[in-house]
């Protein structure tokens, strides 16, 4: 059974720092990977989505990589700005199946003016 | 182009009544998928519609029922409402768009449920 964790659960950093969000998942038997950021109380914006045949894709100051072989994904923001500040979750889309995502339950992150 | 849609934005129901929530896919998307995102935790898969028939199932009771029409909008219907079927429900449509088939899912804003 596909689990998808995310740490750290809750993040503050100051204003322009670079930072490092982290997903793990348990079955590297993956479709593909996409990371989507969640303002309070609204939906989901798809940030970037990654192949399982790929090794990263870059969008503006975002920087999401894979290593299927290790489980692992990480969300790289670069210059962090307030308007990041958001909850920022993983989901992973299984190999064979029904195409459906297994999410993690998120990264709060809030960034200081 | 548009993005999906959901209605309504907000609903108050009392345990034991039955809700119908509706979904518009984004233009040219056949795939309809439909999450549940309790307080604090990541959305869960409850099922898919592809071309009007389900297409995988999460784990969610028979209460939880939906249906996709030849516009491929969508509804998800629960029935004996439970405290905690409160949650935000996320409708997210995908598949072929002018013919070319898209891995994304695009999430509506969600109805937010709350039972009382």
């Known amino acids: 059974k596909q689990e998808v964790t995310q740490i750290p659960a809750a993040l503050s950093v100051p204003e322009g720092e670079n930072l490092v969000l982290n997903c793990s998942f348990t079955?590297?038997?993956?479709?593909?990977l996409q990371w989507f950021r969640q303002d309070p109380g609204k939906g989901l914006t798809s940030l970037l989505l990654?192949?399982?045949?790929?090794r990263e894709q870059t969008s503006g100051r975002l920087n999401a990589s894979l290593d299927k072989s290790s489980g692992r994904s990480t969300l790289y923001i670069a210059a962090s700005q307030p308007g990041d500040s958001a909850t920022y979750l993983c989901?992973?889309?299984?190999?064979?199946?029904?195409?459906?995502?297994?999410f993690g339950t998120g990264t709060r992150l809030k960034v200081l003016a | 182009e548009t993005g999906v849609t959901q209605s309504p934005t907000h609903l108050i129901k009392t345990r034991g009544q039955q809700v119908t929530l509706r979904c518009s896919s984004q233009?040219?998307?056949?795939?309809v998928s439909w999450y549940q995102q309790a307080l604090g935790q990541g959305p869960q898969f409850i099922f898919q519609?592809?071309?009007?028939?389900?297409?995988g199932r999460g784990n969610f009771p028979p209460r939880f029922s939906g249906l996709q029409f030849p516009n491929y909008s969508s509804e998800l219907n629960v029935n004996a409402l439970e405290l905690d079927d409160s949650a935000l429900y996320l409708c997210?449509?995908?598949?072929?768009?002018?013919?070319?088939?898209?891995?994304?899912?695009?999430f509506g804003p969600g109805t937010r449920l709350t039972v009382l």
């Open positions: 233009s040219g998307h056949n795939t």
């Open positions: 990654i192949q399982s045949s790929q």
């Open positions: 989901a992973v889309a299984r190999a064979s199946g029904t195409y459906k995502y297994i």
């Open positions: 997210a449509s995908s598949g072929a768009a002018s013919g070319s088939w898209t891995d994304t899912q695009y």
């Open positions: 519609y592809y071309r009007e028939e389900e297409n």
């Open positions: 079955d590297s038997a993956i479709y593909n």
